[in-house]
């Protein structure tokens, strides 16, 4: 069996109530867990209290008690994507209130390499906008994380949603517009 087949079987295996099947999935993604996490640790100010590693760590503390199952490597992924942000929100949301906003991080929503930063919010709004994408279109909100926070490729996106290539390039097109339209007035501009 593959490695993403063994992940799948260990994945049913967790859904089917098999505890020590999430300890499996855990041990099989890690070192992809700390790669995500140092894709968004990129974005971080230099520092930063948190490093790739306790991010990844916290994420799978998220992660493992967790009723939710994940049907798939795209969902398991996602959700640990969405872990991290959610980690790195709380983390700038309680360093807002010990500063009283005078610190507040900057987020680079630059994913394409030679597109110029269209906009850098601070990661606590970028996380309540996305929020609020999630409640409007869920597969948006799943592309802009994927691509933004995961660093993926739009074929390991289309791929992970099961969906055309296309279709995820326009799917970030119209979140990366609404996104910027939501954000301008937090961004200042």
Do not use: C
């Not at 996380?127 to 994380?145: F, G, K, W």
């Not at 799917?171 to 007035?185: E, H, M, V, Y």
């Amino acid at each position: 069996m593959s490695g993403q087949g063994q992940l799948t079987g260990d994945l049913d295996a967790w859904r089917a109530g098999d505890g020590e099947a999430a300890e499996r999935v855990m041990d099989r993604v890690y070192s992809e867990l700390r790669d995500l996490g140092r894709r968004f640790m990129a974005n971080e100010r230099a520092g930063h209290t948190l490093q790739a590693t306790g991010l990844a760590n916290e994420a799978i503390l998220k992660l493992l008690p967790q009723e939710t199952v994940f049907a798939n490597r795209a969902h398991f992924f996602w959700a640990a994507s969405r872990a991290m942000r959610r980690i790195l929100a709380d983390h700038a949301r309680k360093k807002m209130a010990a500063k009283r906003g005078a610190d507040m991080n900057r987020v680079a929503l630059e994913v394409e390499p030679g597109e110029e930063s269209w906009l850098t919010p601070d990661r606590l709004a970028l996380h309540q906008a996305i929020t609020l994408l999630e409640t409007l279109n869920a597969r948006h909100a799943r592309v802009v994380d994927y691509k933004i926070y995961g660093g993926f490729t739009n074929r390991e996106v289309a791929e992970f949603l099961g969906v055309d290539i296309k279709t995820v390039e326009r799917d970030f097109t119209i979140a990366k517009g609404w996104l910027k339209r939501k954000l301008a007035p937090a961004a200042g501009s």
